[in-house]
Antibody, heavy 124, light 110 residues
Framework: EVQLVESGGGLVQPGRSLRLSCKAS????????MHWVRQAPGKGLEWVSG????????DYADSVKGRFTISRDNARNSLYLQMNSLRAEDTALYYC?????????????????WGQGTLVTVSS | QSVVTQPPSASDTPGQRVTIPCSGR????????VHWYQHLPGTAPKLLVY???QRPSGVPDRFSGSKSGTSASLAISGLRSEDEADYYC???????????FGGGTKLTVL
């Protein structure tokens, strides 16, 4: 069974940093692209970032570009999201999501499955 | 405002058929596949339909997807109380070179 378990969320002050982790199991992690998707309180889903199977290509939503960095460690079956210069509007439940293929930017791919999410709250 | 739009809410009674629309542009729905997710509070979003109209194994055939031009829709027939959830469409957008979600539709089973 494919499992994605996020961790690292919590309460952080504006301007500070936080690193999210996602531990994957039940599939060949190094064969698949991965994503982070978030949901702010009372809002819809927002794609945050994606990374290819070999970390050769990654990109970000404009709302986080220049502040967030996605990375992965295939030896540890883990995905990460380094979040710097956090803002109140980054408050959200962050989901780790498996791509259906090896590249994150393929229009014919889809997201499946999703983790349960880790909550990030940015507040003073 | 999202480049892909959904009505914020929909409702109907048990046993009925409801359709949830997802409207976009040539750069997203017009050129690319649409996928649909069901999201119940406190749970992980679940894939219902991929590539416009394909159902993953385990998803009942009460759920079906379609696409025409720059619009797509998710139909749910034989509505049940457990279908009460938020539904999202998602599609790749060529102009932003990124994934775009619709705003989500909250389905209420009356």
């Amino acid at each position: 069974e494919v499992q994605l378990v996020e961790s690292g969320g919590g309460l952080v002050q504006p301007g500070r940093s936080l690193r999210l982790s996602c531990k994957a199991s039940g599939f060949s992690f190094d064969d698949y692209a991965m994503h982070w998707v978030r949901q702010a309180p009372g809002k819809g889903l927002e794609w945050v970032s994606g990374i290819t199977w070999n970390s050769g290509n990654m990109d970000y939503a404009d709302s986080v570009k220049g502040r967030f960095t996605i990375s992965r460690d295939n030896a540890r079956n883990s995905l990460y999201l380094q979040m710097n210069s956090l803002r109140a509007e980054d408050t959200a439940l962050y989901y780790c999501v498996k791509d259906s293929g090896s590249t994150w930017q393929a229009p014919y791919h889809w997201f499946d499955p999703w983790g349960q999410g880790t909550l990030v709250t940015v507040s003073s | 405002q999202s480049v892909v739009t959904q009505p914020p809410s929909a409702s109907d009674t048990p046993g009925q058929r409801v359709t949830i629309p997802c409207s976009g542009r040539i750069s997203n729905i017009g050129r690319n596949y649409v996928h649909w997710y069901q999201h119940l509070p406190g749970t992980a979003p679940k894939l219902l339909v991929y590539r416009n109209n394909q159902r993953p194994s385990g998803v009942p055939d009460r759920f079906s997807g379609s696409k025409s031009g720059t619009s797509a829709s998710l139909a749910i027939s034989g509505l049940r109380s457990e279908d009460e959830a938020d539904y999202y469409c998602v599609v790749w957008d060529d102009n932003v070179s990124g994934w775009v979600f619709g705003g989500g539709t909250k389905l209420t089973v009356l």
